[in-house]
């Protein structure tokens, strides 16, 4: 019987380039994020998912991934983390150009333009995500889906719109049949800044929302994930103080 798990699952923070005049102060993307990794920290949470656009560009430099990477370290559970369409895995990509791998052996960057999975046998786990090389209409985020482990949960990450039939003009489409028949146990989304429950047959989706914005409400989202094998996936969005 697999074991419980606690997931907290966010998207679409948007770190910015810090400008020489704001330096010394936390932007409200930034103080989101830590706001996020205290929540992990505080729910003792098993693992962090990171579902696109972590950084609202690729012109972020050494002082974001710095800024990410003394967040990171403050965990101890496995964090995973794809590219979205704002941060894709282009050639000029900062998941390219700084190696997410050296923050930490908890720290797993999916970034294989074909898909790939993390396995976390202590956890009973599988954890599947691809790179996000260039946002448009041929892209499928859901292509290249793996099979599930047998006796472990299996978790996915994609970036891109759910909609009704691949007939809308948008780019990177995900259908509710790809949900349905992906076989996964949660489906971790991101693109949409907005707590939207998108789950279909056996498989439970949602998009967390933008963790904070300067428009909107003055409070963090997130949602957080509970994987119980006797009653099954739950999802709860969370609004953070």
């Known amino acids: 019987m697999r074991r419980a798990l606690r997931i907290v699952h966010t998207s679409d923070v948007h770190l910015q380039p810090r400008s020489a005049s704001d330096s010394d102060s936390s ?7 830590i706001q996020i990794v205290d929540h992990v ?28 990477e003394t967040q990171l370290r403050r965990l101890s559970c496995p964090v995973a983390l794809i590219p979205g369409n704002h941060d894709c895995f282009d050639e000029q990509s900062i998941y390219r150009r700084f190696d997410f791998r050296t923050v930490g052996p908890h720290v797993h960057p999916l970034t ?39 006796g472990h949960w299996f978790v ?4 891109g719109f759910v909609v009704p039939d691949r ?20 489906l971790a989304l991101g693109h949409i800044h907005v707590f939207r429950d998108v789950s279909e047959g ?8 933008a963790p904070r914005t300067a428009h909107g409400p003055q409070t963090v989202r997130l949602a957080m994930v509970s994987l119980d094998p006797f ?11």
Not at 27 to 33: G, L
Not at 59 to 64: H, P, Q, S
Not at 171 to 184: N, V, W
Request: some cysteine.
């Open 27 to 33: 932007s409200i993307e930034e103080t989101a994020f």
């Open 41 to 68: 920290l505080e729910e003792k949470a098993d693992a962090l998912l990171v579902a696109g656009d972590l950084f609202d560009s690729n012109r972020v430099g050494e002082d974001e991934f710095g800024f990410v």
């Open 112 to 150: 294989a333009e074909e898909g790939e999975i993390i396995r976390l046998p202590d956890l009973e786990l599988t954890v599947w995500g691809k790179g996000l090389v260039e946002h448009e209409p041929a892209n499928r985020p859901m292509a290249g889906l793996s099979d599930p482990d047998p």
């Open 156 to 159: 996915g990450m994609a970036h």
């Open 167 to 186: 007939r809308e003009l948008r780019s990177s489409l995900i259908t509710p049949d790809e949900i349905a028949d992906s076989g996964l146990d949660y």
């Open 202 to 209: 056996p498989t439970r989706a949602c998009y967390p929302g």
């Open 231 to 241: 009653s099954g996936v739950a999802v709860e969005e969370r609004n953070l103080d």
